[in-house]
């Protein structure tokens, strides 16, 4: 019953959505109703309010986690280039995804690289960037020394890893991809070239191993949100979602991560909304954990992946396209997250022009289109002044704000303030 009320649901949203071409506007009529507040902020002083005063609402943070993966943050080529991954990515984003691979996170057997991952988190955590780890568990690679134990020894391991992560990481990492790609769990390459692991998940079921992985990632850290995540966006997903949940029917994840690999074209507006409206159902935030649109105009093969170039053209239309996603995305309701894949074309997936900066770290057309979105026309800073109540009101995005209060006497007082759903209202008091 439930997959054909989500079916229905997305036949008649697009409908509706999709009836005029004027898609931008609609678009932008949505991000106004779901992602921002009326909120009203009231000045005392000794007591008594305020009439006059000035109001200062600046943006620090919205609340949407806009972000990339972090892979290449102290791998790049030079100092230099380091430095300008590092600048020009906390000038963007609120959200890092930092990577976990099991194969590669311990190459050497009990030698996790926590200390790697310490210092990303802290400097995530410095510059105000929510850190996310990903993946705790995914048969793609055995790790090598895995030949060297039995399966009962690698299941406990798995889980432990898991735990040992989650609660290691628990004042620093806060959100999870907990397992990867359970769809195709028996994939040719994953059979191949994770055979363990793949073997461990046909003993215990997919869905039974994916439900002990997301109570190991609970156990490590209780108040973590702990995603699914999948490239796979049909109802075969839908089905597997449906039977993670615990004994009472209760869903062990909190939100539901879609990948959306774009390197052999990009999703058209209908093709986004029918996904986000499919997901949507579950009554969990959705997560767009792996979003790539290359900026080349050759044609890519995904049998082949072949190595593609970035070009002034491709960079243009991978401009206008992220523009468009990145819109239709924000103004989904549903929608929480969007994270891109990969940040700079240095060390992007498949070798593929797929960054928001070049090899040389130059920031491509698409970078600051999409740094004009965050930054100015999805941020509020905005300057009123009370009325003859003490209050003074607009409509603000949802975040984190510096509110700096002027009194007509010159006193000044700053504070800070989370706007939300449930908190929209403030009183500034000042001696």
């Not at 609970?218 to 699914?228: E, F, Q, Y």
């Not at 401009?319 to 700079?344: G, N």
């Not at 060390?347 to 960054?355: E, H, K, R, T, V």
Request: hydrophobic fraction near 35%; glycine fraction near 6%.
């Amino acid at each position: 019953m439930k997959r054909i009320i989500l079916s229905l649901t997305v036949v008649l949203s697009s409908t509706f959505v999709f009836a005029q071409d004027n898609w931008q506007a609609e678009a932008n009529s949505r991000i106004e109703q779901h992602r921002k507040e009326n909120v009203v902020i009231t000045v005392v002083q000794n007591g008594n309010v305020v009439d006059g005063a000035t109001v200062e609402l600046q943006m620090l943070r919205n609340e949407f986690l806009f972000g990339a993966n972090i892979f290449m943050w102290g791998h790049c080529n030079s100092d230099a280039a380091n430095d300008a991954y590092k600048k020009l990515y906390a000038d963007l984003y609120n959200f890092a995804t930092l990577g976990f691979y099991w194969w590669d996170y311990e190459g050497e057997k009990d030698a996790p690289k926590y200390d790697y991952s310490d210092r990303v988190a802290e400097w995530c955590a410095k510059n105000g960037i929510r850190a996310k780890g990903h993946p705790l568990a995914w048969n793609f690679v055995d790790p090598s020394w895995v030949k060297d134990i039995d399966d009962d020894e690698l299941y406990r391991r798995q889980i432990e890893r898991i735990t040992k992560c989650a609660e290691r990481f628990r004042g620093k990492i806060k959100v999870w991809d907990v397992i990867n790609e359970v769809t195709n769990w028996d994939d040719e390459y994953c059979l191949k070239n994770a055979a363990r692991l793949s073997k461990l998940m046909k003993q215990h079921t997919p869905v039974e191993f994916t439900k002990a992985c997301f109570a190991a990632a609970r156990k490590g850290n209780p108040s973590a949100v702990l995603l699914i995540n999948d490239y796979v966006t049909s109802a075969k997903y839908v089905e597997l979602i449906e039977k993670i949940v615990d004994a009472d029917g209760k869903p062990l994840y909190d939100a539901i991560g879609i990948q959306s690999h774009m390197h052999g074209g990009v999703w058209n507006n209908k093709e986004i909304w029918d996904t986000c409206e499919r997901f949507a159902g579950f009554g969990k935030p959705l997560h767009f954990t792996e979003l790539t649109i290359i900026s080349t105009t050759e044609k890519f093969d995904w049998g082949k992946r072949p190595t593609l170039p970035t070009s002034d053209e491709g960079e243009r239309r991978q401009r206008d396209d992220v523009v468009r996603v990145y819109t239709m995305l924000f103004s989904h309701p549903s929608v929480e997250a969007i994270t891109w894949w990969d940040f700079s074309d240095q060390g992007a997936w498949m070798n593929s022009p797929a960054g928001m900066l070049r090899k040389d770290m130059s920031p491509k057309p698409a970078y600051e289109a999409l740094r004009k979105l965050i930054k100015e026309t999805w941020t509020t800073n905005e300057t009123k002044k009370t009325d003859n109540t003490g209050t003074t009101k607009l409509r603000a995005f949802r975040g984190d704000y510096s509110v700096t209060v002027t009194l007509p006497n010159g006193i000044k007082r700053e504070t800070a303030v989370k706007i939300t759903k449930d908190k929209k209202e403030f009183r500034v008091e000042l001696d």
